[in-house]
């Protein structure tokens, strides 16, 4: 296991994008580390607005950032609203990671995605397979805003010395998830749609697609506890896959899906939505070998997500 090279106890942390589903799991799991978590809410803070960001981190002052605000939203919402995707994605990790170099941040994380790769990457997609080939049309807007993200960490790491970080997690699913037919991800859609159909009585469910692409993925507290770790154990201008290291296709995940929720009716498909990107299974060796690996089997992941899902009354 690496040293420890920053401590988080008895630092002020602060969770940017603390209400979603990402930042409530790193707040989470930050509750063992004897840290002071700072949180903003909108009303406190407008992360678009550069004088706003600026004066509250003036204000403030942590010394340590976890950057997981985010516009984030599945392949159709991606598809639709490029300029939200580009726009809000961008102007908010630049005025975070602006504000955290003028106050002196010690340490800060920022959070990307999968997307970032090559629809054709090498598959399992290494850390170096970065802008070495074309990406994904339907996210393409979003990848290149968290990819900006990550070529502006590695600058001010370059040229002021800040110890900024990125780690680019998988396909992410868990408590505080988003279930909006249209805006969300593929996981908790079809934990919805095969609940409704289940209560509903319906004969079929419907999937977007043919089914056919693979996708990796990690539960968030998994996706969390990698980011402490990585916060605390690592410092360097690469940035780091956090994944399972597994991947299904969207159909296998499908009929797990209806074998937890219990709904035995047909699977259909809308061959008028996107598949997308047809594979992007991550490395996760150099995470690995930095003392990390994930703890939560699929299965019982989607069981916790769908137990979720239930008592949020989304129901
Ligand atoms: O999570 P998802 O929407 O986005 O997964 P990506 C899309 C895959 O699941 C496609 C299929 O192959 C869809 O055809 N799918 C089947 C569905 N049924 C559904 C459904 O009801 N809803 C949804 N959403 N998909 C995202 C990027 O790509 O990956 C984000 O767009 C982010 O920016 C995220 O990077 C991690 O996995 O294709």
Not at 162 to 180: Q, V
Not at 227 to 250: A, F, P, Q, R, W
């Amino acid at each position: 296991m690496p040293e420890t090279i920053y401590n988080l106890s008895g630092k002020r942390v602060y969770v940017a994008g603390h209400r979603g589903m990402v930042g409530s799991a790193i707040v989470r799991r930050l509750a063992s580390e004897g840290c002071e978590i700072l949180t903003a809410n909108r009303s406190e803070v407008d992360l678009t607005r550069q004088s706003e960001v600026e004066s509250w981190m003036e204000k403030n002052r942590p010394d340590a950032v976890f950057l997981a605000a985010a516009k984030v939203g599945g392949i159709l919402a991606n598809d639709t609203y490029p300029a939200d995707f580009l726009y809000d994605n961008l102007i908010l990790e630049a005025n975070i990671i602006h504000a955290a170099h003028k106050v002196g941040v010690e340490k800060l994380l920022f959070l990307g995605s999968s997307c970032i790769y090559p629809k054709f990457a090498d598959q399992p997609i290494v850390e170096e397979a970065l802008l070495t080939g074309p990406l994904e049309p339907t996210n393409e807007w979003y990848a290149i805003a968290k990819i900006a993200g990550i070529k502006l960490c590695q600058a001010y790491r370059k040229q002021h010395g800040n110890d900024f970080i990125s780690a680019m997690p998988t396909n992410l699913y868990g408590p505080g998830d988003n279930f909006d037919l249209k805006s969300s991800h593929v996981m908790p859609a079809l934990i919805r749609k095969a609940h409704e159909a289940k209560v509903g009585h319906l004969a079929e469910i419907t999937i977007w697609g043919t089914g056919t692409p693979r996708r990796e993925f990690l539960h968030v507290d998994d996706c969390a506890d990698a980011c402490v770790h990585l916060m605390k154990v690592y410092s360097g201008d690469t940035h780091n896959n956090v994944g399972s290291g597994e991947d299904i296709t969207i159909l296998e995940l499908t009929q797990l899906i209806c074998e937890i929720v219990g709904f035995e009716g047909k699977i259909g498909h809308d061959l008028s939505k996107p598949d997308g990107t047809p594979r992007k299974l991550m490395s996760i060796k150099k995470l690995q070998a930095l003392g990390w690996s994930p703890k939560i089997e699929l299965a019982e992941g989607v069981a916790h997500a769908y137990q979720s899902f239930l008592s949020d009354e989304n129901a």
